[in-house]
């Protein structure tokens, strides 16, 4: 059995960590530098890191942020925000970047995938959904649409329709970001994590929604999650990376250990 992966999460503004909820009321909340140093130092498995203002902003991404950011860890470190073309991804490998992540530009046009797997390599292209609640019917069978520009713009495309083509496209890896959950605290989406982990073959990062422990557990084994995507829970110095790994440890999930 593989090892269950804790990912924190940095959304960066302006070249400052950020925290929203529900993709709103962003505010800034420190140095995307220094946190990403101090989650390294304590153990984490992964970071991704979002320019969560590009797409919006049809701009390109804060590449020397990125760098400063990969200077400070050895791990795999994911970056998304503004990915439009295959040169995109790769100036973002160049500046430190292990995978990339697409989102807005990949909805408007699904190529890009492929364009990326085929350039990168499936393993290193991941697809991250924004996601949010609508009522069942026939365009949203699954309940859940699919929006871009960071929760500003709604697509109206099926969430799980999405997240198969998008394996069918060549993404290695899938992000689920719940919007509803977004920033809350009160436990990621389950519905739909087991929805989307049981339905395609690929890993599945749940995101939006952690603050506190039991919300990784529960993810992570009635979610079917393969990794679990964390912010405020250790952001705000509630938790630590190493507490959060040795806790679901104690309680059976296998983890990577830092000794």
């Known amino acids: 059995m593989l090892s269950k ?33 101090e989650y390294y130092r304590d153990g984490l498995d992964e970071l991704v890191f979002y320019d969560i203002t590009a797409s919006s902003e049809a701009r390109n991404i804060i590449l020397d942020v990125v760098a400063r950011v990969a200077e400070q860890i050895y791990i795999p470190f994911s970056v998304g925000g503004g990915i439009r073309s295959v ?84 993404a290695g890896e899938l992000v ?3 919007i509803d959950a977004d920033g809350t605290r009160d436990g990621y989406e389950i519905r739909l994590t087991r929805m989307i982990a049981e339905a395609v073959s690929i890993p599945v990062i749940a995101s939006g929604g952690a603050g506190h422990p039991e919300h990784l557990l529960e993810v992570l084994t009635e979610g079917r999650a393969d990794a679990a995507l964390i912010a405020s829970m250790v952001h705000f110095g509630e938790y630590k990376v190493s507490e959060i790994k040795q806790w679901l440890n104690d309680r059976g999930v296998k983890v990577r250990l830092r000794y």
């Not at 924190?8 to 530098?33: E, H, M, Q, W």
């Not at 390599?121 to 697809?127: A, D, E, I, K, R």
């Not at 713009?153 to 329709?161: F, R, V, Y």
């Open 176 to 178: 689920v970001n719940s």
């Open 87 to 170: 040169e995109d991804a790769h100036q973002l490998l160049w500046s430190g970047a292990e995978k990339i992540n697409v989102n807005t530009a990949a909805v408007q046009r699904p190529a890009l995938i492929t364009e990326c797997a085929h350039s990168l390599g499936s393993q290193n292209t991941v697809l991250s959904m924004d996601i949010r609640r609508v009522d069942e019917s026939r365009d949203f069978p699954s309940g859940y649409e699919v929006v871009i520009n960071g929760g500003r713009t709604p697509m109206k495309i099926d969430a799980l329709q999405w997240a198969l083509q998008g394996e069918a496209l060549g």
């Open 5 to 37: 992966r804790i990912i924190a999460c940095l959304d960066v503004r302006d070249g400052k960590l950020a925290k929203s909820v529900k993709f709103v009321n962003t505010r800034d909340i420190g140095d995307p530098v220094a946190k990403a140093a």
